[in-house]
């Protein structure tokens, strides 16, 4: 079955401590990840991709085939991290349809 | 990129009564994707939206229940029909891109 799940609902650290929001993915086929994010008051809005291999406002992700996971990290959080956290999935011939996690709502705590 | 304005963004609703949400697009685009998210869950995609065609409707979502309308490559409505209370949820629509997926600021239905 293809699924995506982010186990922790709410995540709540410190200003300045280290963050991992985890997602896992079962998927038959090439996936490609997603992590979204949406700030309260706004929209959903891309936040890094496995592809581009980037660091989006100190975030990054790795995609693990091996452990099928693609958890989130950030070295030192900050206030304006706050926000719901989606992880998603895109099959490589899936129409772009994503397939998403439950989500993980980021309190960073000053 | 794609800016997707949607409206309403709230609204409460009597039940048995219908709501039309509408997606308007600053460009065009082939497809546009209908979502729902229910409290504390993820988002479930309800159809897929495509110019010229009928909506393709995922498992457990019906066309009598969410009608939708696609006129144009820039504009998409659904209708969420004969709604109950169990019909509350924020709906989304969303723009499929190559590298990412752009979305609308949703709806957010309360039904009484």
């Known amino acids: 079955a293809q699924r995506v799940t982010q186990p922790e609902k709410l995540l709540s650290v410190f200003k300045g401590a280290p963050v991992e929001l985890k997602c896992n993915y079962s998927?038959?086929?090439?996936?490609?990840l997603f992590w979204y994010v949406q700030y309260s008051r706004q929209r959903l809005q891309l936040l890094l991709r496995h592809i581009s291999r980037e660091s989006i406002k100190g975030f990054t992700a790795d995609l693990n085939k091996g452990e099928t996971s693609f958890h989130l990290k950030k070295p030192f959080a900050q206030e304006e991290d706050s926000a719901m956290y989606y992880c998603?999935?895109?099959?490589?011939?899936?129409?772009?349809?994503?397939?998403w996690g439950a989500g993980t709502k980021l309190i960073i705590k000053p | 990129s794609a800016v997707i304005s949607q409206k309403p963004s709230r609204d409460i609703c009597q039940r048995g009564t219908s709501l039309t949400i509408q997606c308007q697009v600053d460009?065009?685009?082939?497809?546009m994707f209908w979502y729902r998210q229910q409290p504390g869950q993820s988002l479930t995609l309800i159809a897929t939206a495509n110019q010229g065609s009928e909506a393709t409707y995922e498992s457990g979502f019906v066309i009598d229940k969410f009608p939708i309308s696609r006129p144009n490559l820039t504009f998409s409505t659904l209708t969420v029909s004969n709604m109950s209370p169990e019909d509350s949820s924020i709906y989304l629509c969303s723009v499929p891109a190559v590298d990412t997926a752009f979305f609308g600021q949703g709806t957010r239905l309360t039904v009484v």
């Open positions: 998927y038959s086929g090439s996936p490609e």
């Open positions: 460009s065009q685009v082939t497809m």
């Open positions: 998603a999935l895109r099959g490589m011939d899936s129409n772009y349809q994503l397939i």
